[in-house]
């Protein structure tokens, strides 16, 4: 069995993963709540989401994410996101790493939107905390979608 490094590089390092989650965490809330400013929040300013792999483009920068994600909880009624199996890498003030998406939901004219995907992202510290500064979704099985227009 491994020994469990107890020195304060170690401690620091599974504070910063918390951390790290934490950010999916909120992210999914802000999404669930329809909450924009809160979605936003977990982004740096120049933070990139890519989601070409679901045909829905790549946006670069707070005004184009704030478009996308507006658009997308104007079209949904009701969603969930369920993030989970993280993996983290923590390198000083930047990390890699990945989560699983399951997520489902309609829209307001009673569409169902269902995606199991899986996020890669780049996280930065700054001097507020730990932010995503990349995502990158990827569908892991057909994505299951209605009438989307407008997202």
Not at 56 to 76: A, H, I, N, Y
Not at 118 to 129: A, K, L, P, Q, S
Request: proline fraction near 1%; include cysteine.
């Amino acid at each position: 069995m491994a020994e469990l490094a107890t020195d304060n590089s170690a401690i620091r390092t599974l504070a910063d993963i918390e951390e790290i989650k934490q950010l999916s965490h909120r992210y999914s809330r802000g999404l669930d709540t329809f909450d924009l400013e809160g979605i936003l929040a977990v982004y740096t300013d120049d933070a990139v989401f890519d989601a070409s792999g679901f045909e829905l483009g790549k946006m670069e920068g707070r005004d184009q994410l704030r478009k996308f994600f507006g658009g997308s909880l104007e079209t949904l009624k009701t969603s969930i996101h369920l993030i989970g199996s993280h993996i983290i890498d923590v390198d000083g003030d930047s990390a890699a790493g990945s989560c699983y998406l399951d997520q489902d939901g309609y829209t307001h004219e009673g569409n169902r939107v269902r995606c199991l995907g899986i996020y890669e992202d780049t996280y930065r510290r700054t001097d507020v905390g730990w932010k995503i500064s990349s995502r990158k979704i990827s569908p892991l099985v057909p994505f299951e979608i209605g009438d989307l227009e407008g997202i």
